[in-house]
């Protein structure tokens, strides 16, 4: 009220009491003596719970749906999270287009060996870049162009910009002919971590797990950064753009992060978990004694 003295407010309060009827200064004084009277108690809402629609018997759901909701659950819309409710109702709106949709071409492409399946969770790390990691799960998804799907919309040919064969995805990130020294060299790389390079092993990647989770994760990164090179080679080479070679832009990558990653570890005294991470094996760089990096790779 911006009044500075306890009397003057004191003053105005008794002054506004005496205007009150007789009824409402009673009112007034038992409030004072017992506190105000509550309401009375309303009921809450029922309890509602939500889930999702019934699906009908025409929808026949694919072996490995994209659909995360194979067995839902009503939960109750009260506390449900707000990742549930999100989910659900994107999974409702779209649920005949992802029960019926596979959860990656490659499926079809390159059906997983007995109990291979795509390490989704695995194209994510914290070695991985948000960006490199992008490419990988839409490689994974075949959402990638290709002249076999542009050449439907645009003027752009069905032929691969490298050797004129059909450009389908198989092709662009396994079977193109300008790939195979980049293959050769991430052969070589595997071997070095006693590990089998293939198209599977490419295409689907690594799980993480055990006492081996360093040396996934390092896997991944460089299956994740090949990905990339054929990615952006691809797309230089439709720029008219000099460098195309896959396997220089790749090693490249590989160099400027483990540069970058040397430096940053040596201004902040910790290259003994440099060496943990990124030394493995000296396969692709190592620290010499004096402290200086020599890159291997
Ligand atoms: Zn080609």
């Known amino acids: 009220m911006g009044l500075s003295r306890p009397r003057t407010l004191r003053c105005v309060l008794q002054e506004m009491k005496a205007t009150l009827t007789p009824a409402a200064q009673a009112y007034l004084n038992r409030a004072l003596r017992e506190g105000a ?30 659909s995360r909701l194979h067995e839902p659950q009503p939960v109750s819309f009260q506390i449900a999270p707000w990742k549930y409710l999100y989910t659900l109702t994107l999974h409702t709106l779209h649920a005949h287009t992802l029960v019926s949709c596979p959860d990656t071409k490659w499926r079809d492409l390159l059906p997983p060996l007995e109990g291979e399946q795509p390490r989704w969770a695995s194209l994510y790390s914290t070695l991985v870049p948000r960006s490199v990691g992008d490419i990988s799960w839409r490689l994974l998804h075949g959402a990638v162009s290709t002249g076999v799907f542009l050449t439907r919309f645009t003027p752009i040919p069905d032929t691969c910009p490298f050797c004129n064969m059909r450009e389908t995805l198989a092709h662009v990130y396994l079977e193109c002919a300008r790939l195979q020294p980049l293959f050769r060299l991430l052969m070589n790389i595997l071997l070095c971590f006693w590990l089998h390079f293939s198209p599977h092993l490419f295409i689907y990647t690594l799980p993480i797990y055990g006492p081996t989770k360093s040396q996934d994760l390092l896997v991944n990164l460089l299956l994740a950064l090949a990905k990339t090179a054929i990615y952006k080679t691809r797309e230089g080479r439709l720029a008219n753009e000099a460098s195309c070679d896959c396997r220089s832009i790749f090693r490249s990558s590989v160099h400027s992060r483990i540069q970058a990653e040397f430096l940053w570890a040596a201004s902040t005294d910790s290259l003994n978990a440099f060496e943990e991470r990124w030394a493995l094996s000296e396969v692709l760089c190592s620290v010499t004694p004096s402290g200086s990096l020599h890159l291997t790779l």
């Open 37 to 66: 009277p509550r309401p009375p108690s309303t009921p809450g809402p029922s309890d509602l719970s939500i889930g999702p629609l019934p699906r009908r018997s025409q929808q026949t759901p694919h072996a490995f749906t994209v």
